[in-house]
């Protein structure tokens, strides 16, 4: 829920007490200068001001006071008869009746955007559903910031399943925006959540996305993605690069990026090469971390439009992975210094410490991946 700040409730005050502060200074000013002025009509200032934030009966009353007050003045300086008292009386009430019929269009246009918003919340979980913090052997965390000031969900999609004695995952950025770019994620995601149940392998998800999205996705919009599994060993990361970012390794406190030499298409575009898809396989310890992200990370830029220097980031993260990824998304948001302009979506797994007896250690070392046993076999 929701805590409302100081300074929020003084401004909603300062709003409710505007429409009063000015008719009073409006009498006062008419009894100190008197009729010569004309500024009877300026009492309509009142419900003006309140059918910006009032409902339709409140704003009626408010209308109902400037037009009972502009009678008390006309009466007093003596115009009440005149043509300039009969004007002003007729202009406050006609802008009085103006602002209830605004107040009651502004009231309808909140309820229906309340209906979108609530909406797009069960969009939200039904398309980007909450991940569990832990799935053997896995401790795992998501983050999804869209750029849109108006919705939660956008082309950028997750998720993580366990099945088949793996956990496997997915995390893409659909190549287009708006309405469309939603429905290809929920192709993705739909054809994911099915195929990773029973599926052989990485390339067998793959085509079954790719099947789905040939099928079923309105428009040409391709996905850069990454799709993972990691076994109950938890041992070996493996995951499918679709023309995605390349992951980020964190052990120790050293980062190194794990690029596929020769990545895959993007997914809706597999048809136009006939090699199958070829996972890269990572032998991982307790306690290591990886991170997947979509460009919005990557490719936020700061005032001068350089981009954010994320594996410089990564290595002070900590190992919870959901501090960790408050700690980035703040982070982020700090260099640009205003909202992202490309929704962003971030995935860190962290095989769970076991504590086995006499485990081998590995280490990072500055040219490559991991020295000795722990070196990345290309599958």
Request: aromatic content about 6%; some cysteine.
């Amino acid at each position: 829920m929701a805590v409302n700040s100081p300074g929020s409730a003084a401004h909603r005050h300062f709003l409710g007490a505007l429409p009063f502060l000015v008719m009073a200074a409006v009498v006062a000013v008419d009894l100190f200068e008197g009729p010569s002025e004309g500024f009877l009509p300026v009492l309509s200032l009142g419900p003006a001001l309140a059918s910006l934030s009032r409902r339709v009966v409140p704003t009626a009353l408010i209308g109902a006071v400037a037009l009972g007050l502009g009678f008390l003045l006309a009466t007093y300086d003596g115009i009440f008869d005149t043509r300039r008292g009969t004007i002003g009386l007729i202009t406050i009430f006609g802008v009085a009746v103006a602002c209830v019929v605004a107040s009651a269009s502004r009231q309808r246009k909140e309820r229906e955007l309340a209906d979108v918003r609530a909406v797009a919340e069960m969009a939200q979980q039904v398309l980007l559903r909450p991940v569990a913090g832990h799935m053997h052997p896995l401790d795992v965390s998501v983050r999804y910031i869209s750029a849109s000031a108006a919705a939660r969900i956008g082309g950028d999609l997750y998720e993580v399943v366990a099945a088949a004695g793996f956990v496997r995952f997915i995390l893409g950025d659909v190549q287009g925006k708006g309405l469309p770019a939603v429905r290809t994620a929920s192709v993705v995601l739909g054809a994911f959540r099915e195929a990773a149940y029973d599926a052989a392998g990485l390339a067998e998800i793959a085509g079954r996305i790719e099947a789905s999205l040939r099928h079923q996705a309105v428009t040409e919009d391709f996905v850069t993605a990454v799709i993972g599994q990691v076994a109950a060993d938890g041992n070996v990361i493996e995951f499918l690069d679709c023309g995605h970012p390349p992951p980020m390794l964190i052990r120790d406190g050293a980062v190194v990026p794990v690029e596929d030499p020769d990545p895959g298409l993007p997914l809706g575009l597999g048809w136009l090469a006939e090699p199958p898809r070829v996972a890269v396989r990572v032998p991982v310890r307790d306690g290591d971390q990886m991170l997947f992200y979509t460009d919005g990370i990557s490719e936020a830029r700061d005032k001068t439009g350089t981009f954010y220097p994320l594996r410089d980031r990564l290595g002070s993260l900590g190992a919870d992975p959901e501090a960790a990824l408050d700690r980035l998304s703040a982070d982020v948001a700090r260099y640009v210094g205003h909202k992202l302009d490309d929704d962003a979506a971030m995935l860190l797994i962290r095989v769970a410490p076991r504590q086995v007896p006499g485990q081998a250690v590995t280490s990072v070392d500055g040219t490559g991946l991991f020295a000795g046993d722990g070196t990345v076999r290309w599958a």
